[in-house]
């Protein structure tokens, strides 16, 4: 059974940091595709960071220079640590698996509230 299960969420004062981790479990983690999406009450999913087998990492520009992807193929778990923390940046955020297109996989999303 696959399971993603996301941690680090909280309550933290704008211009802070939070890392969120995501340990998975029933995959072949080193051969999947890694995201964390968010979604902010009211609003879409987005897609936050991605960061491929290989290490190569994407993000949205709106988090670009104070969030940092990252993977440690030997625990199957990804991160996100996240600094300069806006209140913007309030959501639900969401661990994502992708190996190919038909092997897809979602945590249950951990919450992060920016506020003072």
């Known amino acids: 059974q696959v399971q993603l299960v996301e941690s680090g969420g909280g309550l933290v004062q704008p211009g802070g940091s939070l890392q969120l981790s995501c340990a998975a479990s029933?995959?072949?983690?080193?051969?999947?595709?890694m995201r964390w999406y968010r979604q902010a009450p009211g609003k879409e999913r987005e897609l936050v960071a991605d960061?491929?087998?290989?290490?190569?990492?994407q993000y949205a520009d709106s988090v670009k220079g104070r969030f940092t992807i990252s993977r440690d193929n030997a625990k199957d778990t990804v991160y996100l640590h996240m600094n300069s923390l806006k209140s913007e940046d309030t959501a639900d955020y969401y661990c994502?698996?992708?190996?190919?297109?038909?092997?897809?996989?979602w945590g249950k999303g951990t919450q992060v509230t920016v506020s003072s």
């Open positions: 029933g995959i072949i983690f080193g051969i999947y595709t």
């Open positions: 960061i491929a087998p290989g290490g190569t990492t």
């Open positions: 994502y698996a992708q190996y190919l297109n038909n092997r897809v996989y």
